[in-house]
Nanobody, 117 residues
């Protein structure tokens, strides 16, 4: 089993920054993809960014250039640095880990990010 625990959400003013962290524990395989998704009220969950265990990254167009995803493989931890935050970035942010064949998704409990003045 896999457990994901997020931290770092909160209230920030427009133009501000936040750093989200997610620590994975349990049966973690050396090859996996970790990432962040978000869900705003009344909307579907959407991809924010992913990073493979080899360091390849992928970003949603909406956050490209404003966010950086990184990971520490030794600690099974993934980070999301978000800058120049906008009110439309307000959402619950979920950490995701995908591994195995067939692949299986694991989710954290979510952390609220609110961008408001």
């Amino acid at each position: 089993q896999v457990q994901l625990v997020e931290s770092g959400g909160g209230l920030v003013q427009p133009g501000g920054s936040l750093r989200l962290s997610c620590a994975a524990s349990g049966s973690i395989r050396s090859i996996n993809v970790m990432g962040w998704y978000r869900q705003a009220p009344g909307k579907q969950r959407e991809l924010v960014a992913t990073i493979t265990s080899g360091g390849d990254t992928n970003y949603a167009d909406s956050v490209k250039g404003r966010s950086t995803i990184s990971r520490d493989n030794a600690k099974n931890t993934v980070f999301l640095q978000m800058n120049s935050l906008k009110p439309e970035d307000t959402a619950v942010y979920y950490c995701n880990l995908n591994q195995g064949w067939p692949s299986k998704n694991y989710w954290g409990q979510g952390t609220q990010v609110t961008v408001s003045s």
